[in-house]
């Protein structure tokens, strides 16, 4: 019936949420770039999915005042929650790839198998779309989670212990599935867990060479941006660094996840997607490039600048960058052009239009935020502003060596980069 309907699709909806916000959590705390890259891209597709089933549940005349509150399904959604803390990452992975993933994938076919196709058509097209995804993301968390164990093997055991907890205090809350809630009772956090914190410095993936300023521009300002070779290899250095956008998009999203409406957790996951997709786009520039990640700088100063702060200023960044860098882009579109390098000025232009779309989205959340917090909301510039004083001081912290040792990386890069591959 329309309302039991409703309710499967609203706990459906809590646990999406729930599942994403725990992934963004953990996204600067992974080392890999590739899972960083790929867990921006699962959590747009749970806030897709999340989206499509909130509206639905409005869509079936469910009191919209109880879709803001998660009800029956508490217990169960705090087990999607405690994944946050995670003891290790290995465990975090292999937890949401054996326990949680498959729990709402199984779910899913349960529901799509007993419902009605005619009368319910509307759920069957995105539900099934979400299986399909459901079923990619659990061979790539398995397969996140293995590399992981195999790089630290001493966390096997504790990572197992881990998912046998969770998985049990799942069964124990009735687990997801397509039967009324068993309206079970919230308990104390999960034996193991380790409190979620916010890491004052990104894990990088040891393949890259890793570095806090990644370009010698950063720190000198009398270092030219370039033009030709050095212009295509400084902007494709610039799409693989916004691996910070990823993790300050990541940080955020949870920080205010339970401050700001749903809007904002669906507006931020496309726009921590949308920073993994440029970082993607330098990460496969420079590799077809046949440059070596060893000698590629993977810088950390823009996280580092708002480390220990109010995350206020997480959001400030990405606002403060894009903000500073949008009217260079269709400029530089239009230079790779005229090099006849379609790829980077495709890059480019594609990059433009999403940071058009984010300039929007900071200032408006900025905003909001302020405006929650009962501070007035024009202030959102000097959230700008103080975001610009913490990355100029950060900057001043750069000693000698490191602006000798990135201006020879660049150097023997830029060496390399002119040269047919
Ligand atoms: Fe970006
Ligand atoms: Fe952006």
């Keep these: 019936m329309r309302l039991d309907t409703a309710q499967l699709l609203k706990r459906f909806f809590f646990c999406e949420r729930s599942l994403l916000v725990s992934e ?47 009800g029956a399904d508490h217990a169960l959604i705090e087990v999607f929650g405690a994944v946050k803390e995670s003891p290790s990452a290995p465990a975090f992975l292999l937890c949401v ?40 993301q659990v061979k790539a968390f398995e397969e996140w989670a293995q590399s992981a164990l195999a790089l630290q093997p001493e966390l096997r055991e504790s990572a197992m ?57 950063i720190v000198d300002p009398a270092y030219p941006y370039g033009e030709g070779i050095q212009l295509q290899l400084r902007s494709a250095i610039s799409h693989v660094n916004e691996v910070w956008a990823i993790e300050a998009g990541g940080v955020m999203l949870s920080a205010f996840a ?5 809007e904002w957790i669906h507006n931020a996951a496309r726009w921590t997607y949308d920073e993994s997709r440029h970082c ?32 206020i200023y997480r959001l400030g960044m990405l606002f403060f960058f894009e903000t500073k860098n949008i009217r260079h882009k269709p400029a530089r579109a239009q230079l790779f052009h005229t090099y006849g390098d379609v790829v980077s000025e495709h890059d480019m232009d594609f ?6 779309m984010h300039t929007g989205y900071g200032k408006h959340w900025l905003k909001e935020l302020l405006a929650v917090r009962g501070e007035d909301p024009a202030a959102y510039d000097q959230v700008r502003e103080r975001c610009e004083k913490l990355v100029r001081d950060y ?27």
């Design 351 to 356: 990059d433009w239009a999403d940071e058009t």
């Design 161 to 217: 212990a881990w998912i046998r907890v969770v998985a049990d205090r799942l069964s124990q809350v009735g687990g997801v599935g397509v039967a009324p809630s068993p309206s079970a009772e919230v308990a104390a956090p999960l034996p193991g867990s380790k409190p979620h914190s916010v890491p004052a410095r990104p894990a990088r993936d040891p393949r890259f060479w890793a570095c806090r300023f990644y370009w010698p521009d």
């Design 280 to 311: 993607r786009m330098g990460y496969e520039r420079l590799m077809a490039w046949g440059l070596d990640p060893a000698e590629i700088p993977l810088g950390t100063y823009i996280y580092e600048s708002a480390s220990g702060q109010d995350p």
């Design 24 to 70: 963004a959590a953990w996204i600067p705390s992974i080392a890999s770039l590739g899972v960083k890259i790929g867990l921006a891209r699962f959590i747009w597709q749970s806030s897709e999915t999340a989206a499509a089933l909130r509206n639905r549940v409005f869509e079936l005349r469910f009191p919209s005042r109880l879709l803001e509150e998660q």
């Design 97 to 136: 790839a054996r326990v949680l993933l498959p729990a709402l994938r199984d779910s899913y076919r349960e529901y799509l198998e007993a419902s009605d196709t005619i009368a319910d058509g509307p759920t069957h097209r995105f539900l099934s779309l979400a299986l399909t995804e459901k079923d990619e």
């Design 395 to 421: 900057v001043g912290t750069a000693t000698a060596q490191e602006v000798a040792d990135i201006k020879k990386a660049a150097a023997t890069l830029l060496a390399k980069a002119g040269r047919p591959a």
């Design 258 to 262: 339970d401050v700001l409406p749903w």
